[in-house]
């Protein structure tokens, strides 16, 4: 007969308490702030439901400032036109960063990693804008889309639902990751389509025979290395709003048109 086991309630008790101690930690949030500009920046936070005076906090270049929590927050910073304020959403990576004006702006979609370079924040290229863009690298079923910084994976969902072509979107933020899972199994081609949470600065891109992007023009220039180690000649590399420095040469086509949020966007189209 096998021996009853005695157990001390009071152990499993702690081993309960140890848990929960454990759970509430593994689930603890974090707004992460990363400062993208060239100098050191100014801003004031509050909860969004406190009636306290903000906070003062400043920021040096490239560090990231870590505020842990669950609560959403009102972050307050000074521009030329007046006074910035944004609820920051727990768990959220942000950036200060320049706007096209050179004026400082805070985006969403930094990702919040001391290990990986920042190349741009989350904004999404317009539906249409992408249909040119695929246009343009004269995509069909045979071709490999690698997108470099794939936000919400639509420029490789696009290019196999319209083209029946593969891809592979690589985003350093899970959350775009996930979306894109879940937006090319809403398209019903996630057999075409694979997504990888990766710096693209340290990504394997060999096997792609169209590259696509989305970044700003100093990141381009920090790509070109593995652009042109890495890819075979005559693949399409097509950029959005942002040329490739030093590619000069390489440019084959060049558009502008309107997109659905109203705007004019840029597309540059090389061949490597
Ligand atoms: C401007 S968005 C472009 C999104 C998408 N390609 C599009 O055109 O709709 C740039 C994306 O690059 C990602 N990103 C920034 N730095 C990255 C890095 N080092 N490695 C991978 N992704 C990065 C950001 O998370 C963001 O989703």
């Known amino acids: ?9 009071r152990l499993g008790i702690a081993a309960l308490l140890i848990l929960c101690g ?44 870590r505020l842990p929590g669950e609560e959403p927050l009102t972050i307050y910073f000074e521009r030329p036109d007046g006074t910035q304020s944004y609820v920051l959403e727990p768990g959220m990576p942000y950036s200060f960063r320049y706007d096209e004006n050179g004026d400082l702006e805070l985006y969403e979609g930094s990702h919040g990693r001391e290990d990986a370079i920042d190349l741009a924040p989350y904004v999404s290229t317009p539906p249409a804008v992408v249909e040119k863009m695929l246009e343009m ?17 639509r420029i490789v969902i696009m290019a ?5 072509a593969r891809g592979v979107g690589i985003d350093l933020d899970p959350e775009r990751i996930k979306e894109s899972n879940l937006y090319a199994k809403g398209a019903g081609v996630e057999n075409l389509v694979q997504f990888r949470i990766e710096d693209v600065t340290k990504s394997d891109i060999s096997q792609a025979t169209v590259v696509t992007l989305y970044l700003l ?21 097509v950029s959005h709003n942002y040329r490739i420095p030093g590619w000069e040469l390489k440019l084959v086509d060049e558009a502008e048109i309107k997109g659905e949020d109203g705007g004019n966007h840029n597309i540059y189209a090389y061949r490597r």
Not at 1 to 9: C, G
Not at 160 to 164: E, P
Not at 228 to 237: M, N
Request: overall charge positive; some cysteine.
């Open 137 to 153: 690298a004269r995509i069909d079923k045979n071709d490999v889309v690698y997108d470099l910084g794939c936000g919400d994976g």
């Open 1 to 9: 007969m096998l021996k009853r086991a005695f157990i001390d309630p």
């Open 160 to 164: 196999a639902v319209k083209y029946g």
């Open 22 to 65: 454990f759970a509430l930690f593994a689930q603890q949030k974090e707004i992460t702030i990363r400062n993208i500009t060239d100098e050191t920046v100014q801003y004031r936070i509050t909860a969004v439901r406190s009636t306290d005076e903000p906070k003062k906090h400043s920021i040096k270049v490239d560090v990231i400032a």
């Open 217 to 237: 023009t100093e990141s381009n220039e920090l790509m070109r290395p593995s652009l042109e180690k890495q890819l075979k000649a005559g693949v399409y590399v």
